[in-house]
Protein backbone atom coordinates (compact mmCIF):
# COMPACT_ATOMS: atom_id res chain seq x y z
CA UNK A 1 0.00 0.00 0.00
CA UNK A 2 1.66 3.32 -1.01
CA UNK A 3 2.03 5.69 2.22
CA UNK A 4 3.33 8.97 2.94
CA UNK A 5 4.79 10.42 5.80
CA UNK A 6 5.61 13.95 6.98
CA UNK A 7 7.68 15.44 9.13
CA UNK A 8 7.74 17.06 11.82
CA UNK A 9 3.95 17.54 12.01
CA UNK A 10 3.61 20.71 13.66
CA UNK A 11 6.60 23.66 13.53
CA UNK A 12 6.53 26.69 14.99
CA UNK A 13 9.41 29.40 14.12
CA UNK A 14 9.38 33.00 14.22
CA UNK A 15 9.70 35.30 11.16
CA UNK A 16 12.27 35.47 9.32
CA UNK A 17 13.53 31.91 10.06
CA UNK A 18 14.23 29.35 7.43
CA UNK A 19 12.13 26.17 7.54
CA UNK A 20 12.87 22.71 5.66
CA UNK A 21 9.61 20.40 6.11
CA UNK A 22 10.40 16.56 4.92
CA UNK A 23 8.22 14.19 2.79
CA UNK A 24 9.39 10.51 2.64
CA UNK A 25 7.33 7.61 0.78
CA UNK A 26 7.00 4.17 -0.88
CA UNK A 27 5.10 4.09 -3.47
CA UNK A 28 4.83 1.13 -6.08
CA UNK A 29 5.60 3.06 -10.16
CA UNK A 30 6.30 6.36 -8.77
CA UNK A 31 4.80 8.88 -10.54
CA UNK A 32 5.32 11.69 -9.26
CA UNK A 33 5.14 14.20 -5.97
CA UNK A 34 3.04 17.22 -5.18
CA UNK A 35 3.36 19.82 -2.45
CA UNK A 36 0.07 21.88 -1.60
CA UNK A 37 -0.31 24.39 1.19
CA UNK A 38 -3.49 24.61 2.75
CA UNK A 39 -4.88 27.67 4.90
CA UNK A 40 -8.49 27.51 5.53
CA UNK A 41 -9.91 26.03 2.80
CA UNK A 42 -8.80 23.41 -0.01
CA UNK A 43 -5.54 22.90 -0.88
CA UNK A 44 -3.71 24.97 -3.49
CA UNK A 45 -0.82 23.70 -5.69
CA UNK A 46 2.73 24.85 -5.18
CA UNK A 47 5.45 21.68 -6.97
CA UNK A 48 5.26 18.73 -8.88
CA UNK A 49 8.64 16.75 -8.59
CA UNK A 50 9.22 14.14 -11.18
CA UNK A 51 13.20 13.89 -11.22
CA UNK A 52 15.56 13.69 -8.80
CA UNK A 53 17.83 16.29 -8.04
CA UNK A 54 16.52 19.34 -9.68
CA UNK A 55 15.49 21.86 -7.57
CA UNK A 56 12.18 23.80 -8.18
CA UNK A 57 12.07 27.44 -7.00
CA UNK A 58 8.83 29.79 -6.53
CA UNK A 59 10.00 33.17 -4.47
CA UNK A 60 11.03 31.68 -1.32
CA UNK A 61 9.95 28.45 -1.75
CA UNK A 62 11.67 26.02 -3.17
CA UNK A 63 11.72 21.63 -3.44
CA UNK A 64 13.57 18.98 -4.40
CA UNK A 65 13.33 15.21 -4.46
CA UNK A 66 15.23 12.42 -4.19
CA UNK A 67 13.95 9.44 -5.83
CA UNK A 68 16.50 6.91 -4.15
CA UNK A 69 16.09 7.55 -0.86
CA UNK A 70 12.12 8.12 -1.36
CA UNK A 71 12.03 11.49 -0.06
CA UNK A 72 11.44 15.62 -0.85
CA UNK A 73 12.29 18.53 1.42
CA UNK A 74 10.25 21.97 1.39
CA UNK A 75 12.41 24.92 2.13
CA UNK A 76 10.94 28.05 2.87
CA UNK A 77 13.19 31.02 3.57
CA UNK A 78 12.81 34.59 5.22
CA UNK A 79 9.38 32.84 6.71
CA UNK A 80 6.83 35.48 6.84
CA UNK A 81 3.39 35.22 8.96
CA UNK A 82 1.59 34.62 5.58
CA UNK A 83 3.43 31.36 5.34
CA UNK A 84 1.88 29.78 8.41
CA UNK A 85 -0.31 26.95 6.96
CA UNK A 86 -0.71 23.56 6.99
CA UNK A 87 1.30 21.92 3.81
CA UNK A 88 0.63 18.54 2.34
CA UNK A 89 2.87 16.02 0.53
CA UNK A 90 1.04 13.77 -2.22
CA UNK A 91 2.43 10.88 -4.55
CA UNK A 92 1.14 9.32 -7.44
CA UNK A 93 2.13 6.18 -8.86
CA UNK A 94 2.07 4.98 -12.60
CA UNK A 95 -1.24 4.13 -13.44
CA UNK A 96 -3.67 4.91 -10.74
CA UNK A 97 -5.11 8.32 -10.92
CA UNK A 98 -5.25 9.01 -7.29
CA UNK A 99 -3.18 11.01 -4.76
CA UNK A 100 -2.08 9.47 -1.71
CA UNK A 101 -1.42 12.48 0.96
CA UNK A 102 0.75 12.77 3.88
CA UNK A 103 -0.31 13.96 7.40
CA UNK A 104 0.56 17.49 6.32
CA UNK A 105 3.00 19.60 8.52
CA UNK A 106 1.09 22.49 10.43
CA UNK A 107 3.46 25.25 10.31
CA UNK A 108 3.06 28.49 12.63
CA UNK A 109 5.12 31.65 12.27
CA UNK A 110 5.45 33.81 14.65
CA UNK A 111 5.66 37.97 14.41
CA UNK B 1 -7.92 29.54 -15.43
CA UNK B 2 -8.23 26.00 -13.97
CA UNK B 3 -10.93 27.25 -11.18
CA UNK B 4 -12.82 24.73 -9.75
CA UNK B 5 -16.25 25.57 -7.19
CA UNK B 6 -18.30 23.49 -4.92
CA UNK B 7 -21.60 24.77 -3.50
CA UNK B 8 -22.45 24.70 -0.87
CA UNK B 9 -19.39 25.91 1.09
CA UNK B 10 -21.19 24.89 4.05
CA UNK B 11 -24.23 22.94 4.68
CA UNK B 12 -26.14 21.39 8.59
CA UNK B 13 -28.82 19.13 8.34
CA UNK B 14 -30.93 16.42 10.68
CA UNK B 15 -29.19 13.19 10.85
CA UNK B 16 -31.28 10.63 8.63
CA UNK B 17 -31.42 13.13 5.90
CA UNK B 18 -29.85 13.22 2.48
CA UNK B 19 -27.16 16.38 1.40
CA UNK B 20 -25.72 16.46 -2.21
CA UNK B 21 -22.67 18.40 -2.72
CA UNK B 22 -22.06 19.78 -6.45
CA UNK B 23 -18.59 20.02 -7.75
CA UNK B 24 -18.03 22.10 -11.09
CA UNK B 25 -14.64 22.94 -13.52
CA UNK B 26 -15.42 26.20 -14.08
CA UNK B 27 -13.44 26.88 -17.32
CA UNK B 28 -11.64 23.28 -18.53
CA UNK B 29 -13.00 20.25 -18.71
CA UNK B 30 -12.93 17.30 -16.49
CA UNK B 31 -12.60 13.93 -17.70
CA UNK B 32 -11.81 12.86 -14.43
CA UNK B 33 -12.82 14.24 -10.38
CA UNK B 34 -11.92 13.19 -6.96
CA UNK B 35 -13.73 13.13 -3.68
CA UNK B 36 -12.02 13.81 -0.56
CA UNK B 37 -12.84 13.84 3.47
CA UNK B 38 -11.19 15.48 5.52
CA UNK B 39 -11.85 15.26 9.76
CA UNK B 40 -10.15 18.37 11.89
CA UNK B 41 -6.41 18.13 12.27
CA UNK B 42 -6.39 15.04 10.00
CA UNK B 43 -4.67 14.82 5.96
CA UNK B 44 -7.22 14.70 2.90
CA UNK B 45 -8.33 11.29 2.94
CA UNK B 46 -9.75 10.25 -0.65
CA UNK B 47 -12.96 8.73 -1.27
CA UNK B 48 -13.97 7.80 -4.66
CA UNK B 49 -12.45 8.68 -8.32
CA UNK B 50 -15.38 9.53 -10.36
CA UNK B 51 -14.61 9.35 -14.63
CA UNK B 52 -17.10 11.13 -16.92
CA UNK B 53 -19.66 8.58 -18.06
CA UNK B 54 -19.06 5.99 -16.16
CA UNK B 55 -19.07 4.26 -12.35
CA UNK B 56 -17.14 5.78 -9.85
CA UNK B 57 -14.37 3.88 -7.89
CA UNK B 58 -14.92 3.96 -4.29
CA UNK B 59 -11.67 3.85 -1.75
CA UNK B 60 -11.49 0.68 0.90
CA UNK B 61 -14.06 1.14 3.70
CA UNK B 62 -16.08 3.96 1.82
CA UNK B 63 -19.37 2.71 1.45
CA UNK B 64 -20.95 3.32 -2.06
CA UNK B 65 -24.44 3.23 -1.52
CA UNK B 66 -23.95 5.92 1.34
CA UNK B 67 -21.94 8.37 -0.89
CA UNK B 68 -23.01 8.26 -4.26
CA UNK B 69 -21.83 9.73 -6.41
CA UNK B 70 -22.39 11.10 -10.34
CA UNK B 71 -19.94 12.23 -12.90
CA UNK B 72 -22.57 12.78 -16.07
CA UNK B 73 -20.85 15.70 -17.63
CA UNK B 74 -17.27 17.16 -18.11
CA UNK B 75 -18.04 20.09 -15.82
CA UNK B 76 -20.01 18.36 -13.07
CA UNK B 77 -19.64 15.77 -10.44
CA UNK B 78 -22.28 14.93 -7.38
CA UNK B 79 -21.47 13.63 -3.81
CA UNK B 80 -24.69 12.78 -2.04
CA UNK B 81 -24.26 11.64 1.33
CA UNK B 82 -27.61 9.69 2.04
CA UNK B 83 -29.14 9.06 5.43
CA UNK B 84 -26.43 11.67 7.19
CA UNK B 85 -25.65 10.82 10.67
CA UNK B 86 -23.25 13.13 13.05
CA UNK B 87 -20.32 11.08 12.42
CA UNK B 88 -20.20 12.28 8.50
CA UNK B 89 -19.28 15.68 9.63
CA UNK B 90 -16.37 16.45 7.77
CA UNK B 91 -15.06 18.62 5.30
CA UNK B 92 -15.65 17.40 1.68
CA UNK B 93 -13.27 18.50 -0.88
CA UNK B 94 -13.48 17.68 -4.42
CA UNK B 95 -10.88 17.87 -6.80
CA UNK B 96 -10.57 18.01 -10.59
CA UNK B 97 -7.95 16.40 -13.86
CA UNK B 98 -8.22 17.77 -17.24
CA UNK B 99 -7.22 17.18 -20.40
CA UNK B 100 -5.27 19.80 -22.39
CA UNK B 101 -4.83 19.67 -26.16
CA UNK B 102 -5.47 15.88 -25.94
CA UNK B 103 -2.99 14.90 -23.60
CA UNK B 104 -3.88 13.99 -19.98
CA UNK B 105 -2.72 16.99 -17.29
CA UNK B 106 -1.61 15.60 -14.34
CA UNK B 107 -2.12 18.16 -11.89
CA UNK B 108 -4.97 18.11 -9.66
CA UNK B 109 -7.14 21.68 -9.13
CA UNK B 110 -9.13 21.72 -6.02
CA UNK B 111 -12.29 22.77 -5.05
CA UNK B 112 -12.67 25.53 -2.13
CA UNK B 113 -14.45 22.34 0.10
CA UNK B 114 -17.67 21.87 1.55
CA UNK B 115 -18.24 21.69 5.71
CA UNK B 116 -20.91 19.35 6.76
CA UNK B 117 -22.46 19.73 10.04
CA UNK B 118 -25.05 16.86 10.58
CA UNK B 119 -27.06 17.48 13.74
Known amino acids: EDKVVQSPLSLVVHEGDTVTLNCSYE??????LLWYKQEKKAPTFLFML????IEKKSGRLSSILDKKELFSILNITATQTGDSAVYLC???????????FGQGTRLTINP | GAVVSQHPSRVICKSGTSVKIECRSL??????MFWYRQFPKQSLMLMAT?????????EQGVEKDKFLINHASLTLSTLTVTSAHPEDSSFYIC???????????????FGPGTRLTVT
Open chain 1, 50 to 53: TSSG
Open chain 2, 95 to 109: SARSTILGKPHYEQY
Open chain 2, 50 to 58: SNEGSKATY
Open chain 1, 90 to 100: AVESQGAQKLV
Open chain 2, 27 to 32: DFQATT
Open chain 1, 27 to 32: VTNFRS
